[in-house]
């Protein structure tokens, strides 16, 4: 079975700010995937993150492991408002950014929970991957990226939201 690839939208920053945001989302596609090529500002590592349909609440879970290359770990969240798409350290200090390839299955469907996989790397420095589960039967229609703790996302990062059909 042959897939397509649909590109829904980009965003690349042009200055600091806050978060991005996908919204109005089609629901015809099968999948949805989101490649984000994200800098910070800090030699401290802050994690980037997801909320779905602007739900704050304690909805999400998560499981993650990552890598180094001398360090090895892994964790997860319950009750949580958001899901991490990446679980990288120290990436910004090396001035490249961190890219993250999170696929949204099945995100129209009204009838299950969404599941939301994620891998992210920094050739420097780290590699992660992580599956959170949404606990909602609503169809996703929109996505907000930002940084924990209130860190903006920096000029050039990039963000290219994709709709996978089933051919």
Do not use: C, H
Not at 57 to 62: L, M, R, T, V
Not at 100 to 107: A, P, S, W
């Amino acid at each position: 079975m042959a897939l397509t690839y649909d590109k829904l939208a980009t965003t690349t920053l042009g200055s600091s700010q806050a978060s991005v945001n996908f919204s109005s989302i089609s629901g015809s596609y099968t999948d949805l995937v989101l490649v984000s090529s994200i800098l910070g500002t800090t030699s401290t590592s802050y994690s980037p993150r997801i909320q779905v349909n602007s739900d704050t609440g304690s909805n999400y879970s998560s499981t993650y492991l990552y890598g180094t290359g001398s360090t090895a770990g892994s964790g997860g969240t319950t009750g949580a408002s958001f899901i991490y798409i990446g679980q990288l350290t120290g990436y910004f200090t090396t001035g490249e950014p961190g890219t993250f390839i999170t696929q949204f299955q099945n995100y129209s469907n009204t009838t299950t929970y969404k599941t939301i996989l994620s891998r992210g790397n920094n050739t420097a420095t780290d590699t992660s991957a992580i599956v959170g589960l949404w606990q909602s039967t609503s169809a996703i229609n929109a996505i907000n990226i930002q940084f924990q703790s209130g860190t903006n996302l920096q000029a050039g990062s990039t963000f290219t939201l994709y709709g996978i059909l089933k051919a």
